[in-house]
């Protein structure tokens, strides 16, 4: 069976949009704010499907 | 928290695991997958009642003011980048180089790695091939009538998906004098490999050729060749099985 095509450019936030705030904890339980995290630097948000499996 | 914790102590990871229990922040995102079930079945993976939630894998590389410069997501949840290929092709930050083959050819010198010294299965590695043009001189970058150009043969690997070759941007290509497709000084290619074969497949050396005809004011060089030999080694599994299923296509 094959799968539909997606578009991606319209999956989550979009290119040229600033990336929405984000605050969630990390692996030690500390809150993380995306954007304040970054200080002002480039940065990488991988969404992957897990660590558990 | 603790998953993600053990994650993290496993392989090495200093770097911020955000925890998004209950998926509130990818679902307000617009990242959930609500068709998880069916692509799984695609893949041959058997339903399983913890497989809900799910992002579309991917990755959004923010500038400094935090804008999407781009969107990396891939359609088979597979395949990805490796981490330094990642932080090289997005963030252009160029990782100095682990085990570098080098060797010399006619006016071109030739220089390649990986930007990762092992491979998983289904991941996407990038060979990176730089050639160093004697001065005075030049390579074709496209097809022309004088000259072959350049180009990048991988020695077949079974399993391993050779993907297209990407040159940086060729010198010259406005001027009106020169050869209006030549590289000059140093130009790199990168090459993206998937490695898709079973877990198993074990150590390989890739084989990769470096063909061009290089030029300068004078007449033409004949058509040169530079083998080289790039090591990587099949990285083991941590800290987990790979699902049983397989795709069956």
């Known amino acids: 069976m094959p799968l539909p095509p997606r578009d991606f450019a319209t999956i989550g ?10 605050r969630l904890p990390d692996q030690t339980g500390r809150l993380v704010d995306l954007h304040a995290h970054r200080a002002g630097l480039p940065a990488l948000v991988v969404f992957y499907r897990s660590a558990e499996w | 928290m603790a998953i993600l914790s053990e994650f993290a102590a496993n392989h ?11 998926s509130q922040v990818m679902r307000a995102l617009g990242l959930i997958n609500a068709r998880v079930q069916e692509d799984h079945a695609a893949y ?7 497989h809900v939630g799910l992002p579309y894998p991917g990755v959004f590389v923010l500038d400094r003011d935090g804008v999407v410069t781009e969107k990396r997501f891939h359609e088979s949840y597979r395949e990805r980048d490796t981490g330094a290929g990642l932080i090289a092709q997005a963030l252009a930050v160029v990782t100095p180089p682990g085990t570098v083959a080098q060797a010399d050819g ?11 010294p092992t491979y998983a299965f289904f991941q996407r590695v990038t060979l ?18 004088e000259g072959r150009p350049v ?10 998906e050779v993907g297209p070759t990407r040159w940086s941007k060729p010198r010259g290509a406005s001027g009106t004098d020169g050869p209006p497709w030549a590289h000059d000084g140093i130009v790199r290619a ?11 497949g074990g150590d390989h050396v890739l084989g990769v050729t470096v063909r061009y005809q290089a030029g300068d004011d004078g007449p033409r060089l004949g058509p ?14 941590v800290g987990r099985s790979l699902p049983t299923a397989t795709a069956t296509g």
């Open chain 2, 106 to 116: 006619m006016a071109v010198s030739a220089r390649a790695w990986l930007d990762s």
């Open chain 2, 190 to 200: 990168t090459v993206p490999l998937t490695f898709a074969a079973a877990p198993g």
């Open chain 1, 13 to 22: 936030p979009r290119q040229g949009q600033r990336f929405p705030d984000v």
């Open chain 2, 224 to 237: 040169g060749s530079i083998r080289l030999a790039v090591p990587i080694k099949e990285a083991p599994l």
């Open chain 2, 12 to 22: 090495g990871i200093t770097y911020p695991l955000l925890s998004d229990e209950g």
């Open chain 2, 151 to 160: 180009s990048i043969e991988i020695d077949p690997i079974a399993g391993v």
């Open chain 2, 128 to 145: 990176t091939i730089e050639l160093s043009i004697a001065a005075g001189h030049y390579v074709y970058g496209d097809q022309r009538e």
């Open chain 2, 44 to 50: 041959g993976i058997a339903p399983n009642p913890r």
